[in-house]
C-alpha cells in the first residue's frame, strides 16, 4: 500500500503513462475515422489531448478530480514533477511542446460547482459545470448512420 506522495508517484508512474501510451494509438484511429471537430477528453486520460495535437484537432479537458488542480498551488513541486511525466510521454508519441496538455486552454470543464472548490484564482479557460449526472432516467438509440452523414459539427 502507498500513501501520500507516494500514491502520486505509483499513479502516474505505475497507472497514467502506462494507461495513455496503450490507449494513445486507439486513440488516433477513432479520430481519424470519425473526424470530430472537437475533442473532449478528461485531464487524466491525456492521450486524448496528445492525439488530438497530433492531428491538429482543437481540444477541450474534463477535470473529474478537481484536487488534481488544487495541488497545482499546494504543492507545487509535485505538480512540476507529474507535467514532466506527462511532456516526457508526449515527446515519446511525436509531441515537442514543452508544457504538458493534460488541461486545455481553449476549456477546461471543472466537473464541480465553485462553492465546492474554495477559494483559488484560475485562467479563464477553467469552468466550472457542476457535478455529471450519474443517472440517465431514458435511454434511446442512436443512429450512427445521419452522425456519419452529417455536415454539422461533430465532438468526440
Not at 500513501?3 to 494513445?24: A, T
Not at 481540444?59 to 516526457?88: D, F, G, N, R
Not at 486545455?104 to 465553485?114: G, I, K, P
Request: proline share 4%.
Amino acid at each position: 500500500m502507498v500513501y501520500g506522495i507516494d500514491s502520486i508517484k505509483f499513479l502516474y508512474e505505475d497507472v497514467l503513462i502506462p494507461l495513455n501510451r496503450h490507449c494513445y494509438n486507439g486513440i488516433v484511429r477513432l479520430l481519424k475515422q470519425y473526424q470530430p471537430d472537437l475533442v473532449i477528453g478528461d485531464h487524466q486520460l491525456f492521450a486524448a489531448s496528445i492525439a488530438a495535437k497530433k492531428l491538429g484537432l482543437p481540444y477541450s479537458t474534463t477535470v473529474t478530480a478537481p484536487a488534481a488542480i488544487k495541488i497545482m498551488s499546494e504543492l507545487p513541486k509535485v505538480h512540476e514533477w507529474e507535467e514532466k511525466q506527462i511532456i516526457a510521454l508526449q515527446k515519446e508519441l511525436g509531441i515537442e511542446e514543452n508544457r504538458a496538455l493534460d488541461c486545455s486552454d481553449l476549456l477546461t470543464l471543472v466537473l464541480t460547482s465553485r462553492y465546492f472548490f474554495g477559494e483559488m484564482d484560475l485562467p479563464t479557460n477553467f469552468q466550472f459545470t457542476g457535478p455529471v449526472l450519474t443517472e440517465r432516467r431514458i435511454s434511446c438509440e442512436f443512429d450512427w448512420e445521419i452522425f456519419n452523414k452529417t455536415s454539422k459539427k461533430k465532438f468526440l
